[in-house]
């Protein structure tokens, strides 16, 4: 089982930088495949990027290809999400996840969920 709290949103405008931070519990972290999903007001939950238990695969959401970067530290137990070139239709709360096995751009393959961070992109 795995924990995890998301930290680093914030406010920002149009065309600015966030980096976004998920830090997870357990000794088996290296083991679990990661991903990024965010839900805006209104809106379903979508995906953003994921990554394998090891870093070496990324997949990412059309609309964020090229902006954001998703990378993972096993030593730390954190796996981050670089965003750049912000739009203000990226607002939303992001999500980090995490489950058990091949990396996933289905939020319904991840059984642990963190609380989420505000992102709020200004015009």
């Known amino acids: 089982q795995v924990h995890v709290v998301e930290s680093g949103g914030g406010l920002v405008q149009a065309g600015g930088s966030l980096r976004l931070s998920c830090a997870a519990s357990?000794?088996?972290?290296?083991?679990?495949?990661m991903g990024w999903f965010r839900q805006a007001p209104g809106k379903e939950r979508e995906f953003v990027a994921t990554?394998?238990?090891?870093?070496?695969?990324?997949n990412y959401a059309d609309s964020v290809k090229g902006r954001f970067t998703i990378s993972r530290d096993n030593a730390k137990n954190t796996v981050d999400l670089q965003m750049n070139s912000l739009k203000p239709e990226d607002t939303a709360n992001y999500y980090c996840a995490a489950r058990r096995g091949p990396m996933s751009s289905m939020g319904y393959d991840y059984a642990y969920w963190g609380q989420g961070t505000r992102v709020t992109v200004s015009s």
């Open positions: 357990g000794r088996t972290f290296s083991s679990y495949s």
């Open positions: 990554i394998t238990w090891n870093g070496g695969g990324t």
